[in-house]
């Protein structure tokens, strides 16, 4: 694994995108940030601009107002990046699927590297989601 | 060619490594105050390798070569400003006749990159950091020229960094007077301010504007400003260190005490962010050019007195 990867897998810098969640998962999506979790441990940081991200954390069920912005904002990351998918919501749209305003599951859209369910997902399964992504890229 | 070693030894390599050391002790010592573990030791390091090995992003429509320049020109000058001090401490009869104001000058160089990549980035967050950023630059200077013209005062009105600290050598630390005490004070607020760090991080205001001139940037350009933000973490203290407390010598238990200066340093700027909240920049412009001037033009005028 060259020396680049390494270094991206020790300190990838987190985007937090809710397109159209119920603001649980942001909340859990914090907490990983909070004493009891710090993800700072693992080199995550949170970042405020998309320029600056490696990691794009979704969560919420792509409604048609936030796609095209989800999309802009996925062409904007500077590569290499991943994407996780956080929440029932994000995954299948959960309980909105039959709804008219989400048409599209987020991976029909977007590439989608690692998927973390729950409804909202604890903390630990977030940190356990990313220790899968971090996995999985290392074994590729 | 003896130059150009120091340049690379001195300006880059060891104040690199000592920067990204004292990154890690900020990021650390941060994480600790708020109950956390924190980073590893090598996160700066592993940061500016990933954003090194990134694409790099233009946004549509900037110019390329401005956007692009803009940090290299700030680390340039860092890296020459460290050379400067770092020659001055180690062989004080090798410096030149104004690399006082040589090194100043060199100070204020990096605000001025990070304005003109804001400007550059064509994008609103970014024009209101840099336009904070350049209001900034104007309330701390003055302050920061008067508080560091003590040292000369007191060392015979000699503009030589090499003078100052032989001064210091002979006749004890300029903090030890009562002038130079006061001047160091406004020195370190000034310090503060000019690392962009809480409560005068108002340019990068992470929370409102995002980072502001910074928001554009990402991969190599960025690493160059973080790497330029961690060498002045050395090389701020380092100058007031030169001015205010005898510098710092390389022998034996003298070492000793210059690590401990800096770290003194260090520990101030690290709880002084920490434990404060942010200004507004009409604030900072007022708390600058109010009691922060006054009591340097005291300080000064104490100096010229002759305490
Ligand atoms: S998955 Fe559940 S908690 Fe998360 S946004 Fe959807 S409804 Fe809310």
Redesign the pocket.
Known sequence: MDIRLKALLKSLWVYHLSTG?????DIEVLDCLTPRYDIERFGMLPAGSIKHADLLLI???CNRQSVARMKRLYEQVPRPCFVVA?????LSR??FIHSYNCPQPLDRIIPVDVYIP???PKPEAIIAGMVKLLEKVKNK | MIHLIYLLVFGFLLTTCIGLAASWIDRKVTARIQYRVGPPLLQPLLDIVKLLGKETVLPSGVSRVTFLAAPMIGLASVMVVSTVLWVNSLYPSQGFVGDWIVALYLLAIPSLSVILGGFASRNPLAGLGASREMKLVLAYELPFVLAALVPVIEADCSIRLGDILNFQRANGATATSPAGALALLVAIVCMQAKLALVPFDIPEAETEILCGPLVEYGGPPLAIYRLMKDMLLFILPFFLIILFLGGVRCDGVHLFWGVLKYVGLLALITVGRNTNPRLRIDQALKFFWGPVTFISIGAVLLAAWGH
């Open positions: 969640s119920c603001n649980n998962c969560t919420g069920s956080i929440g029932e919501c994000a959960g309980m729950g409804c909202p």
